[in-house]
């Protein structure tokens, strides 16, 4: 038989592996000082303003575009006021149904072409003539006309006291109106492109790898430190933080509570913890027996072990809440007792409901690794009141549905505001318009809180709105209409060379890339 | 006359498989709840928008008329757009496709050239100190949990030693090649771009060994066991009467018969692979199809997994058809008596 170890087979492998080793060069190189590499577990799924509605998919779009106001950044902190960004000013008409923006002149897209009141005016027809999700933030019957090529103005049918708010959300974006002209159309090219007059603009997007933003030389706006940011999908949360660890990555989003306490102590890594509007709630529905019992959902929030969910499962990493607004929004209460567990009071509550509550449903989904274990502390805060409470599972999707139909008992879920405005919590949670998914889950319908709600809603005068939803939040917890668990902290690991990250709470996975330092 | 026959009709059982599974899919899409024009729209949104997106999907249509708009689609090529990416699902698994095709090829080569050899000495030692080795491996390969396997190798040769990038399929900064194959590592080498082509394979590396040891220990136990068959036969024994030496013997006379039910293996392997490439993928952030089918399922993404189902029933009956080639070529007579 031959033998294949001829001399010159051996001589050609050698030289391949002499020129393997020639091209072969360390796993990683150091990431360059400019560069900012974020790591999150998926990739994005549209890039249109108009579109999307996940806060994934604005960690690219969002330094992209600007809008016509952003929220201001007080001593490093981010804020719920808002200041102008490419408006300079504003003025209302004294019905709150006509708002007028001045736009500040020399704002550019990343092609150059200047940003003007026909942008402005086309942006907004797009979202509402597209009416996906994003136009849910704006009155449906509002008009945009251009007054001069700096100056917009909106006109609505109704007052609509969060209006201001809602142009600091991703959906405000203010689009370079040539995308029209492109080939394939302006919605597959916003989709996959970025068209706006950001500090950064997209310059590649390798689908499922990472998407590549560079600086916008026609950014009006002080020159960023950084020339480039990257967002690399990496899926699994144990290679994010390896990378991190590793120097590959700066930022890794969506870490697990056991990773963020092993990284916390690794030198280099700074784990952040940022005060959030993302509330934690179980909704009680009180459209259906026996939960439709005010004394029965009295019972469920008084045998809640709050201090055992907030240190025992979210490991301290949440505050309280003492209503629905949660500390941080305007119009919060810090004059109402946070909830606490109070078995004698449940058992004297429970003993009012006739006939006598002995099996309950607890609704969740894997969506939150939390979930179940919250259910299992409500399962034993209600077995000595003689409560046999069920936990049923569900794939998210479905659950979904079952909230919108009233399909349950008790459920559970987490609520974080588009805009900086108690409107997000109080109209969603309690107008009787809302009931279902859209925001009132517990199905709640009481016309005395119609009515202070709506009124707040329509008035820009916010002491009065303050009120008015204080008065509405004091009947609504008489009410028990929902159990307020906890506010989380929104929670960060970055590595320390990162200075000058502002978290927003309206904003979580947004980075504000323009000013941050490496 | 005997192959076109075969092929035929082959090919008339691929228009069946490729209906029947899209009617299939068709009807489990639509009968699990869940509504995707709700989570486009996000669960705030007003009905009114949702009934605007549902009307824009076409989702307001009777069943019956969905199925049929996108059975005709698909008779021009038309895999539908995807709810969740807004992109042509065409476009979206030409994107993700090649890249599980190139891991599970490596990983496929990769069982092959240390599974036949392994089993190969296996059956020849049989029992012997070889055979413990090649068994502990097998059934390590086997009962390994691919997330494990990867997770450690990312520790060891990205953490520890920084040998090998623990993710993606190029390092950051560098432009893939111009898609010609999807392979990286064949198009890197057709645009004559030798630093692409060695770092592509230094990506390709660590995804190919966790995929590829678990089949590997298949592919050396099925090769083993054909082997052994073949080692006791009479026509061994006469070709080693014959003078021939031992190792003649083993890899031109036993080696292409225990071949033929091997290659049922390693076609079925090839299916496996790519089904078993997601775990492997979201352990190395692989860009493959993986990520994107479970994201698809999980947004009720209706098209793309469909799209996704009807590609991989289609791989399949190919890959039959090749095995069925294959054997002709192993062994000719298979077609005669055929």
Redesign the interface.
């Known amino acids: 038989m031959k033998s294949i170890f001829t001399p010159s087979t051996l001589a050609m492998a050698l030289l391949c592996t002499a020129m393997g080793l020639g091209a072969w060069q360390s796993a990683s190189a150091a990431v360059p000082q400019d560069t900012l590499m974020i790591g999150k577990p998926s990739d994005p799924q549209t890039l249109d303003p108009a579109v999307t509605i996940d806060n994934n998919d604005w960690t690219v779009t969002y330094p992209a575009y600007q809008r016509l106001v952003t929220y201001k950044v007080e001593n490093g902190k981010g804020s719920t006021e808002v200041a102008g960004e490419l408006a300079s000013s504003w003025t209302t008409s004294a019905d709150s149904l006509t708002w007028e923006f001045k736009l500040k002149p020399g704002n550019t897209f990343d092609d150059g072409a200047e940003v003007n009141a026909e942008a402005v005016k086309f942006s907004f027809d797009r979202v509402m003539k597209l009416k996906q999700g994003p136009s849910g933030a704006f009155p449906d019957d509002m008009a945009v006309s251009v007054v001069d090529p700096l100056t917009v103005r909106f006109t609505l049918k109704a007052p609509y006291a969060p209006f201001l708010s809602t142009l600091a959300h991703n959906g405000a974006a203010i689009i370079n109106p040539d995308v029209a002209k492109k080939a394939e159309g302006a919605d597959a090219y916003l989709s996959n492109h970025t068209a706006g007059s950001g500090a950064f603009k997209l310059v590649n997007w390798q689908k499922g790898q990472a998407l590549t933003m560079e600086q916008n030389s026609y950014y009006a706006g002080p020159k960023p430190t950084l020339k480039k940011v990257v967002v690399k999908i990496i899926s699994e949360a144990s290679v994010r933080r390896l990378q991190l660890e590793h120097g590959d990555l700066d930022i890794i989003e969506d870490m697990p509570e056991d990773q963020l306490e092993a990284l916390a102590k690794k030198s280099g890594i700074v784990v952040g913890d940022y005060p959030s509007l993302r509330v934690t709630l179980l909704y009680l529905n009180t459209q259906k027996a026996p939960m439709n019992n005010p004394d029965a959902r009295r019972a469920i929030v008084e045998s809640l072990d709050y201090d055992g969910i907030i240190n025992g499962i979210l490991k301290g990493k949440a505050k309280p809440l003492n209503g629905p607004i949660p500390q941080g929004m305007w119009a919060y209460d810090e004059k109402l007792p946070a909830f606490k567990q109070d078995m004698d009071k449940a058992k004297a509550d429970l003993a009012k409901v006739s006939p006598k509550v002995s099996n309950l449903t607890f609704m969740y989904s894997d969506k939150d690794p939390n979930w179940e274990p919250i259910g299992l502390t409500l399962q034993a805060g209600l077995q000595p009141l003689g409560v046999n409470l069920k936990l049923e599972k569900l794939a998210n999707a479905s659950m979904r549905e079952r909230l919108g139909t009233g399909d349950f008992d008790i459920a559970i879920g987490s609520w974080s505001p588009d805009f900086a405005d108690p409107y997000m919590f109080m109209n969603f949670f309690f107008d009787s318009k809302l009931k279902g998914l859209a925001g009132n889950r517990s199905f709640y319908d009481n016309p005395a809180v119609d009515k202070l709600i709506r009124e707040s809603a329509s008035t820009n005068d916010m002491a009065k709105r303050t009120e008015l939803y204080q008065q509405a939040q004091k009947i609504v917890l008489n009410d028990s209409v929902y159990a307020y668990l906890y506010q989380k902290a929104y929670t960060l690991p970055m590595s320390e060379k990162v200075k000058g990250y502002v978290f927003n709470p309206m904003l979580e996975q947004v980075f504000n890339v323009g000013t941050i330092t490496k | 006359m005997a192959f076109l026959n075969m092929l035929r009709k082959r090919l008339g059982g691929l228009l069946l498989v490729v209906f029947g599974v899209s009617l299939i899919t068709f009807s489990i899409s639509h009968l ?4 995707p024009a ?12 949702v009934d ?2 549902r009307h824009q999907l076409g989702l307001d249509l009777p069943l019956y008329q969905q199925y049929g708009r996108y059975m005709l689609d698909l008779l021009h090529g038309d895999l539908g757009t995807s709810i ?4 042509p699902v065409l476009e ?1 698994l030409q ?2 496709f090649p ?1 599980t095709l190139e891991l599970a090829l490596a990983a496929l080569t990769l069982s092959i050239l240390v599974g036949v050899p392994l089993g190969v000495l296996s059956a020849v030692y049989h029992n012997r100190f070889i055979d413990q080795v090649a068994r502990t491996l097998a059934v390590t390969g086997i009962s390994t949990p691919a997330f494990w396997l990867g ?1 450690g190798l ?2 060891l ?3 520890h030693l ?8 190029l ?2 900064g560098l ?2 090649p111009r898609t010609i194959t999807g392979f990286y590592l064949i198009d890197s080498l057709l645009a004559g771009d ?2 692409l ?3 592509a394979l ?1 990506h390709l590396i660590l995804p190919t060994i966790t995929l590829g040891f678990v089949n590997l220990g298949v592919v050396a136990r099925q090769i083993r066991s054909a082997m052994l068959d073949q080692l006791g036969e009479d026509y061994i024994r006469t070709a080693r009467a014959y003078g021939l ?1 031992k ?2 013997v083993i ?1 031109r006379h036993a080696l292409p018969n225990a071949l033929i039910p091997s290659v049922t293996v390693l076609g079925l392997t090839l299916g496996d692979l790519l089904y078993g490439a997601v775990l492997t993928e ?4 692989w ?2 199809m993986g ?2 089918v479970v ?1 698809s399922i ?3 993404d209706f098209p793309a997994v469909m799209g996704f189902a009807i590609m991989v029933s289609f791989i399949y009956v190919l890959l039959n058809m090749a095995i069925d080639l294959l054997y002709r070529l192993i062994d000719p007579r298979i077609g005669e008596v055929n």
């Open positions: 699990i709840p869940g509504d709700r989570l486009i729209a996000g669960d705030r949104a007003t009905d009114a928008i605007n997106i969740r990416t807004h992109r979206d994107a993700f890249a997770l990312i520790v040769f990205y953490g920084n040998w090998l990038p623990g993710s993606g399929r390092d950051e432009d893939p030798t630093g082509f060695f770092n230094q030496s190792w003649a890899l979201t352990v190395f952030a860009p493959g990520a994107y994201k999980q947004s009720l």
